[in-house]
């Protein structure tokens, strides 16, 4: 039998593990689903084993050690009580109070939007308009002062190049 909370059962299995002088060979395991009662099979008497937990919690999540219990087979029956008390990890407290800040003001801005977007929208888009119509204005300049541009057509037409002029 083990000792621990109800709702870590699911997470954990049982496992017999036969100790022998080559290497340790799993004997039998036991999911853990609704009982913290667990039988294993019937053994040989005077065989030394191991029952070992395996749990599937997260280690970034719980803070626990896996308890192992030496067993040794004497007698028919046996009881044997293992303790696994995993400790959920606390999140900082600064991350939380961060984040909740962090949200507090993205929703408030959000109903600020929400509550004057009549009055928004229109000033939005004079602010478009107006960058649009200065990028357009600073193209219409850029493209009249093209007398590099001229030099360079003028080069061309003539076909002069390094310095010679070509027959025509």
């Known amino acids: 039998m083990w000792r621990s909370r ?7 299995k049982v496992i017999l593990v036969e100790e022998s002088k080559e290497s340790g060979k799993k004997v039998h395991s036991s999911q853990l689903d609704q009982s913290r009662i667990f039988i294993f099979p019937s053994m040989d008497l005077s065989h030394s084993f191991t029952v070992k937990l395996e749990s599937t ?19 028919p029956f046996q009881h044997h009580e293992i303790g696994f008390f995993p400790i959920r990890k606390s999140i900082p407290q ?7 800040f962090t949200a507090v003001a993205v929703i408030v801005l959000s109903m600020v939007l929400a509550a004057n977007h009549a009055t928004l929208v229109p000033v939005f888009t004079q602010v478009y308009h107006s960058v649009i119509t200065r990028n357009n204005n600073d193209i219409q300049v850029t493209s009249s002062d093209n007398s590099g541009m001229e030099y360079i057509d003028d080069v061309h037409k003539s076909g002069i190049r390094r310095g010679k002029s070509r027959k025509r």
């Open 57 to 75: 919690l997260s280690p970034s999540m719980y803070n626990y050690k896996i308890p192992d219990v030496k067993v040794k087979s004497e007698s």
């Open 94 to 100: 600064e991350q939380v109070t961060r984040a909740s």
């Open 6 to 12: 109800m709702s870590i059962l699911p997470s954990t």
